[in-house]
């Protein structure tokens, strides 16, 4: 039998459509809103000036931090805030992620521990982390993203006080927002005859199950991380702390 849902819960499924459908064209958006020296060589992602090495920074020579408690400025209220639905017994969901699960909850999702990072200055180079949860990304990146898309989807562009993106203000300020640590590896080939170097890239229009039960049999494990995350841009698979990864049906 179909669920009953409340007028909130049907719009914030509306936004969330098409926030899935269209991300990339509102993240480019978005990105636009920010001074040009924060996007990475002409680039819609945002990075701060510490985290844009001149060069490449070997591994070993990263100072490593680990401190246990978060600063509480950066984690999410666990309070009903703006844009949050409204459940038939009249009461709001506490974050975005218990609005996740309850309404559009993907094939696996796990509020599993992860690693948030705290400090980033690749320029020294260090980084500094604390101890986090999945679900705190989702409810400060994922809720900004659908706030962005509610006003978009509106007509409007606008910043309430109390809205995730006014929270947040600058999205490259670490004690702002919980960050979760990922691993991107590029694999180059190189030609010694020609002197060229060249890399793979897969099409994400293709089945995403097909090309996932076949990858192992044709690449080293850091060009399936590659291919993965190509898959997940394109919203075919979905990644999950550690790199576990799960198709989305």
Known sequence: ????????????????????????????????????????????????????????????????EFVPSADPRGTPPRTPGPGLPERPDGTSY???????????????????????????????????????????????GEAAAH??????????????????????????DLSRRPANLAITTLTLRFDAATGRASFAMYNTRDEADALIEGLEAELGSAEIFTALFELELGGRVKQLPGKNYVRCF
């Not at 562009?157 to 600058?170: L, M």
Request: charged share 30%; aromatic share 8%.
């Open 1 to 64: 039998m179909r669920r009953a849902l409340t007028a909130s819960q049907a719009d914030w499924l509306r936004v969330r459509s098409y926030l899935q459908e269209h991300r990339h064209a509102l993240a480019v958006d978005a990105a636009g809103a920010y001074p040009a020296e924060r996007r990475m060589a002409g680039t819609p992602l945002l990075a701060a000036p510490e985290w844009q090495p001149a060069e490449p920074v070997p591994l070993h020579d990263i100072e490593l």
């Open 94 to 140: 506490r974050s975005y992620s218990d609005a996740l699960r309850d309404l559009a909850a993907p094939a696996v999702f796990e509020n599993r521990p992860t690693y948030r990072l705290t400090e980033a200055d690749l320029t020294k180079p260090r980084l500094a982390f604390t101890r986090g949860r999945y679900f705190d990304g989702v409810d400060t």
């Open 147 to 172: 706030e962005y898309a509610a006003t978009r989807l509106a007509g409007r562009d606008e910043h309430r006080a109390a809205a995730p993106r006014a929270r947040i203000a600058d999205p490259c």
